[in-house]
C-alpha cells in the first residue's frame, strides 16, 4: 500500500498527504501564485488545490456542485454529469476567529480535451470537488482530482498511458483516486493564517 507523506503547500502555510507518486508541476512549468498541482504522469491523474476569494453569494449546500459546474463550461464540457453532492459539514480544525469552516463536496464524469486538443480527443474523466469554505477569511479552497477512466486514442495522454479503458489503480498497486481525494480533504490543515492576510482582518 502507498504512503502517504506530509505535501507542504503555499510555502508550508498550508499542508496535507498524498502520495509521492504525485509530482509537483511547478518545478516543469510556472503555476499561478494560488494554485498547487501535483500530476501523476503515469495514470494521468491530477490534483489541484486553489484559494479563491469566496463567493458569498453561493449557498453553501450548493458551492461545490457551482463550482463543479463552472469547471465544466470553462472545459467546454455540456454532458457533465454530477453523480453525487455531499451535504455541509463543519470543517474540523479550520475554524478561525470562533468563525467555522465548511466543507461540501461533489463528484461527475465530464469529457476533457488535454490541452489545446479539440473534442475529437476527449477523454472521459471521473473529477472529485471538494469546497473548504474558510468564513474567517474569505476564502474558498477547492481541492480537485482528476482521474481518467477512458482515454481517447488521438490524446496527448494514451502516448503515456494508452489509449482506451485505463487499469484500475488497486490492479497496479496504487491507492484509488477517490480515497487519496479523502484523504487530501480530511488531513488538509492550515499552519499560517497570514496566507490569507489573516493577520489584517
Excluded: C
Amino acid at each position: 500500500m502507498e504512503q502517504f507523506p506530509q505535501r507542504q503547500l503555499f510555502g508550508g502555510a498550508t499542508s496535507t498527504i498524498f502520495p509521492l507518486r504525485f509530482e509537483d508541476v511547478s518545478r516543469i512549468r510556472e503555476v499561478p501564485d494560488h494554485q498547487e498541482v501535483f500530476v501523476d504522469p503515469a495514470r494521468d491523474e491530477s490534483l489541484i488545490i486553489e484559494l479563491l476569494e469566496m463567493k458569498n453569494e453561493l449557498a453553501d449546500n450548493g458551492s461545490a456542485t457551482w463550482f463543479m459546474q463552472d469547471l465544466a463550461t470553462e472545459q467546454g464540457a455540456e454532458d457533465n454529469i454530477v453523480t453525487e453532492q455531499s451535504g455541509v459539514f463543519e470543517a474540523q480544525g479550520l475554524g478561525y476567529r470562533n468563525m467555522p469552516s465548511v466543507i461540501t463536496t461533489a463528484t461527475a464524469q465530464i469529457a476533457i480535451s488535454k490541452g489545446r486538443q479539440g473534442r475529437d480527443a476527449q477523454n472521459l474523466v471521473k473529477v472529485y470537488l471538494a469546497n473548504l469554505r474558510l468564513k474567517g477569511v474569505g476564502t474558498d479552497v477547492l481541492i480537485t482530482a482528476y482521474e481518467p477512466f477512458f482515454i481517447h486514442p488521438s490524446s496527448e495522454s494514451a502516448r503515456s498511458v494508452g489509449a482506451g479503458l485505463t487499469v484500475p489503480a488497486a490492479e497496479s498497486g496504487r491507492t484509488p483516486m477517490a480515497d487519496v481525494f479523502k484523504q487530501v480533504v480530511a488531513a488538509f490543515r492550515v499552519n499560517d493564517w497570514n496566507l490569507f492576510g489573516a493577520a489584517a482582518l
